[in-house]
């Protein structure tokens, strides 16, 4: 299913994929998030790992992909592109959802990240030139029970580059921490 949203920045375009069986109820949702410089196609590789057992929803930021781009002055936020996140999430259905992100520009969220309180899996790459191991290593640290997988090959944008193993990643993830949905 495609849909678009009417945001304060304009259209939203948004993907929803149910490739579930039928014998799956109640499907959780996973809401794949882009980032700067991206479209919602950067997914497309991670999706044949989870898309048996999870209703998947994906969508372009606003200023990418099919989306609008927001006329001058608008005012860009960390709570909007929350909005956004949240509004895709509702028309996917609601209820509780996983949320899969990828680099926003680096929002420094340090001093919340004690309180992230749901299962948080974290994928590195060993060496990126934007978000250092180490910076990733302190995140880990500060999220209790977060997991870190390290991708001792890679750089920025691991979406792209690893796609397929991202994928994997998150699945075994999910798996593990939510058997009872899995």
Partial sequence: MNGKLDRPGGALLFEVIDATP????DAPLI????GIGATADIWAEWLP????????????T???GR???PGPGYAWSLDGLVEDV???ARAAGGGPFHFVGESLGGTDLTPDLGRIGVPTL?????????????VMEEIHAAIPGSELQVFGDARHGLPCSHGP?????????LDRRAPSVA
């Fill in 165 to 173: 193993a991202c994928g994997r990643a998150l699945r075994a993830f």
């Fill in 62 to 64: 606003l200023g990418f």
């Fill in 86 to 88: 949240l509004a895709v």
């Fill in 49 to 60: 790992a989870v898309v048996d057992r999870f209703r998947i929803a994906r969508f372009d």
């Fill in 31 to 34: 809401v794949f998030h882009h």
């Fill in 22 to 25: 039928p014998w799956v109820r």
């Fill in 67 to 69: 989306s609008a781009v």
């Fill in 122 to 134: 974290l994928l590195a790459p060993a060496r990126s030139p934007f978000v250092p191991l180490p």
